[in-house]
């Protein structure tokens, strides 16, 4: 685990809905990596027929996403003049798509969410 700086301070949380591999964390966290596959189907009615297509037939599930290298030279100076970050309230609809809601520090984060609409 690292060292934080600075704490978080929330006095209440109100989040309606949580779902499609997405969470709510409390506390500090060293790394965090969350995907999602959606395949959308979108019909005039409500009809299910059990097996829909398959992820590996669309290219943007197979595609990997580049992620550049960070090259420049990046120097930071924090002063952190209060240390808590203090919140009265968090009201919030829905969280969804490999999305994180968190109170507390991450070191780290990679949050992946492919959608395909038919």
């Not at 299910?48 to 398959?54: C, I």
């Not at 919030?92 to 969280?95: A, K, R, T």
């Not at 109170?103 to 984060?109: E, F, L, Q, V, Y």
């Not at 992946?112 to 038919?118: I, L, P, Q, S």
């Given at each position: 685990?690292?060292k934080?700086?600075?704490?978080?301070?929330?006095?209440?949380v109100?989040?309606?809905d949580?779902?499609y591999?997405?969470?709510?964390?409390?506390?500090?966290?060293?790394?965090?990596n969350?995907f999602?596959?959606?395949?959308?189907v979108q019909?005039?009615?409500?009809l299910?027929?059990?097996?829909?297509?398959?992820?590996?037939?669309?290219?943007?599930?197979?595609?990997?996403i580049?992620?550049p290298?960070?090259t420049?030279?990046?120097?930071?100076?924090?002063?952190?003049a209060?240390p808590?970050?203090?919140v009265?309230?968090?009201r919030?609809?829905?969280?969804s798509?490999?999305?994180?809601?968190?109170?507390?520090?991450?070191?780290?984060?990679?949050l992946?969410?492919?959608?395909?609409?038919?």
């Open positions: 685990m690292f934080s700086n600075r704490s978080s301070i929330v006095n209440q109100k989040i309606n949580i779902f591999a997405s969470s709510f964390n409390i506390g500090d966290s060293s790394y965090i969350a999602a596959k959606v395949f959308a019909r005039e009615q409500e299910f027929y059990g097996f829909e297509a398959d992820y590996e037939d669309f290219a943007n599930f197979k595609e990997p580049p992620l290298p960070i420049e030279k990046l120097q930071f100076n924090r002063f952190n209060n808590t970050i203090h009265s309230k968090v919030i609809i829905g969280i798509k490999s999305s994180i809601f968190q109170i507390g520090n991450t070191k780290r984060a990679y992946e969410a492919r959608v395909h609409h038919t």
